[in-house]
């Protein structure tokens, strides 16, 4: 046998997902509680088995005046506080009077002989309609206030995800458009020397990676082995300018390749490696990614052998979910970008840390927690 059982993905719906059908759900359950109630007390106070009718009578009376206080009660609900209040108190005492007289009226026809008049009926009455009236009217609010308070968390909730979606998709957007000049450049010299087939190379390539970043979502997550295809996409683009003094080298952990983070997230570091490792040195630049899973965190390293941050004197730089610190007006916008890209994704549940050393080279380090895609559609 099977050590574990499967659980299926089954959500209840919320009782009040419905509403008009809670309500009747509520009304019935509340007042037939309400009649059971009524009758265990007359036949404990010694009244014949006939005084039922005269309880189903009562509570057919109480449920049909709480259906009008209902109608009333939803025109006034958004009404100004002294509107509303005023007005219920007016209509509960009007309708739990009506609902007395009715009561004694029914009583003078159960209790005939008795020498209580119809006004004794309706006073002693009066209490106890008044009393279930008024529970019921303040349930009736406390639930809709409640339930308007929940629409308008759920709809603030629907605001906050819909401005970090579009933050995080203008984020993702952020792709330095140097690239796409520097490579329609590259690719219109070798039309002009009619080297077809090193530009068609390159059209293709630049196609593939372009094709890659339009059909993902700006918010959605793919898994490293993606990501790293994408990296190689863009740097067979650029090796195709800087030729041997581009050089790039992964090392994947088999464990770590099917871990997921945000969509080209590491594009922009390794075109900071080339722009500030490669570009300034003849002899160009090792550019290395590495990623590895260290327990229950996924850890990614992106680093060059260039001439690092010459004005940081050798100074590492840690966030997590940090403010914006200097050193990023060294490398353009790509770390401020991957920075607050991680902040909008993992809160402060990640690490970024960017090191530079006097002898030159420059990194920097991820950690997030590692996640699979059958995880991720569970949550």
């Avoid at 077809?196 to 970043?213: D, G, Q, V």
Wanted: charged share 15%.
């Amino acid at each position: 046998m099977p050590s574990h059982m499967a659980v299926l993905p089954i959500k209840p719906a919320p009782f009040f997902a419905d509403k008009n059908r809670a309500f009747w759900y509520l009304q019935s359950a509340g007042w037939a509680g309400a009649m059971v109630l009524r009758a265990v007390s007359g036949i404990a106070n010694g009244q014949q088995a006939d005084f039922l009718l005269v309880v189903l009578v009562a509570t057919i009376t109480g449920y049909s005046a709480s259906l009008v206080l209902a109608v009333i009660y939803r025109n006034l609900i958004n009404r100004k506080p002294l509107v509303t209040w005023g007005v219920t108190g007016i209509v509960l005492i009007i309708m739990a009077l009506i609902c007395a007289l009715i009561d004694a009226w029914v009583l003078t026809i159960y209790r005939q002989g008795s020498n209580t008049t119809l006004t004794g009926f309706a006073l002693g009455t009066m209490y106890l309609n008044l009393t279930l009236l008024g529970a019921w009217s303040a349930l009736y609010y406390a639930i809709n206030y409640f339930l308007q308070v929940e629409e308008q968390a759920d709809q603030l909730s629907r605001l906050e995800n819909q401005a970090t979606s579009a933050q995080l998709a203008m984020l993702r957007y952020q792709l330095n458009p140097h690239f796409l000049f520097n490579t329609l450049n590259s690719i219109s010299t070798l039309v002009l020397l009619k080297q077809t087939e090193p530009a068609n190379a390159m059209l293709s390539r630049l196609s593939s990676f372009l094709r890659y970043t339009l059909a993902n979502e700006p918010t959605g997550r793919v898994t490293v082995a993606q990501e790293v295809e994408t990296l190689k996409l863009y740097l067979d683009i650029e090796k195709m300018r800087f030729e041997d003094r581009l050089r790039a080298y992964f090392e994947i952990d088999d464990a770590a390749k099917e871990g997921l983070l945000p969509s080209l997230l590491l594009q922009p570091l390794v075109e900071n490696a080339i722009k500030y490792a490669v570009t300034p040195q003849e002899s160009g630049a090792d550019i290395n990614v590495i990623a590895q899973l260290i327990g229950p965190t996924l850890r990614i390293t992106v680093s060059d052998t260039g001439p690092g941050l010459q004005n940081t004197d050798g100074a590492n730089m840690v966030t997590q979910a940090g403010p914006v610190h200097s050193s990023d007006a060294s490398t353009g916008v790509g770390l401020a970008n991957i920075r607050d890209r991680l902040s909008q994704a993992y809160g402060e549940d990640h690490i970024f840390e960017a090191r530079s050393s006097p002898e030159g080279g420059f990194s920097v380090i991820i950690e997030i927690p590692f996640e699979k895609r059958e995880q991720r559609q569970l949550k």
